[in-house]
């Protein structure tokens, strides 16, 4: 693979690419954060659409982190890495000392009347600082000292995050510095070793009780087991999932309708304005309604990998990866979880789930693919 370009030089000479913007890629944000509003609206009937209300403002106020990323210019972040990445840490840290407690985890800062989730800027920010890291280290990326420092540039912020705890989003920071040390040229054998402790490690958890109560809280062991022991009750470690399972089965094909969902209506499905919200297209747009939003998702990351694809630019193909990884994993993994194909982690689904940090930040990395497009080179082919 050839060496990485410096990313402090170069990147915005491309006058042409000033006038370049991805259509496509801002119509599918459009189709999905209307998706999502829908979603929310639909769930609020009975609470006269407070959260959808919220979501509203919400989604304006992500303009300013919009406007943000796509104004500022793409080396201004690589030669501002070491500040982020301190600051990163800082946020954090500053969570565990700060932070609200609430259903057993201590991952929110209230500012004023609104809850600030510092985990999600983060996720953003050690794409930036990764992106840099090996970016400087182009020439030495085929160093174990250069996989060994990108691993403990994010293994002291997933101590962080488990501390809270917060395994979801310490798997997604993890994916992140996976997929850009692949596209930074790092050698596939350096992750064998890697891997085979990660995967050794994951096994150990799902399939060993012992291992489980040493490294996991209590209500994460909970939905582990709730997911490997399938039977239904009341009230059991996989509740939610269930009633999840029942809403697309209510479904079926083409839905009952929109505003017309009775697992909905009766509140029968925990969370379903946030991690669950997946699941009122299930139970009012059936099969037909999710595919439609499965192509929707799939357009939008065809865009970004258009993005990456592109760019001439190493250091610009680096974030758009890191921005693939980081709404990719978050898309997966909800969805996975939510049909009971992986356990629940607490993952919000890009672009639907209500939260003003999710939206702020799913909104923030389409204004840095628009920036990268705009601003680099195209490959031609």
Known sequence: MAAISNPLSGISDNRRGLAKVDVGLIVATIILVVFGLMSLYSEGVR?????????????????????????????????????????????????????????????????????????????????????????????????????????????????????????????????????????????????????????????????????????????????????????????????????????FGVGGIYGTGYLNGKQKTGKFVPEQRNDFVFTVLGEEGGLIGCTIVLLAYAFFFYRVFMVMLRTGDDFARMLAAGVFTLLGLHTVINIGMVLQLLPVVGLWLPFMSAGGTAIWLCLACVGLLLNIRRETRDVLF
């Not at 990163?88 to 004023?112: H, M, N, P």
């Not at 992140?176 to 040229?185: D, F, R, S």
């Open 47 to 247: 609470d006269r659409h407070a959260t959808f209300s919220r979501q509203v403002i919400n989604t304006f106020i992500g303009l300013v982190p919009f406007a943000l990323m796509y104004g500022i210019r793409l080396r201004t972040w690589a030669k501002a890495s070491g500040v982020l990445y301190v600051m990163t840490l800082g946020l954090l840290a500053g969570t565990l000392v700060l932070g609200k407690d609430a259903k057993g985890a201590q991952r929110w800062i209230d500012v004023g009347p609104l809850q600030f989730q510092p985990s999600e800027l983060a996720k953003l920010f050690l794409v930036l600082t990764l992106a840099a890291f090996f970016a400087h280290r182009r020439e030495r990326i085929h160093e174990w000292s250069t996989f060994g420092l990108g691993l403990l540039h994010v293994g002291i912020p997933i101590a962080l995050l488990l501390k809270q705890p917060h395994l979801g989003a310490s798997l997604v920071v993890l994916g992140i510095w996976a997929a850009i040390a692949i596209v930074a040229g790092t050698p596939i054998r350096f992750f064998g070793i890697f891997l085979a402790v990660f995967f050794g490690i994951a096994t150990a958890v799902m399939v060993i009780p012992s291992v489980r109560e040493h490294l996991l809280q209590d209500y994460q062991r909970e939905r582990i087991e709730g997911l490997l022991n399938k039977s239904k009750d009341v009230r059991g470690d996989n509740y939610q999932t269930d009633r999840a399972e029942i809403a």
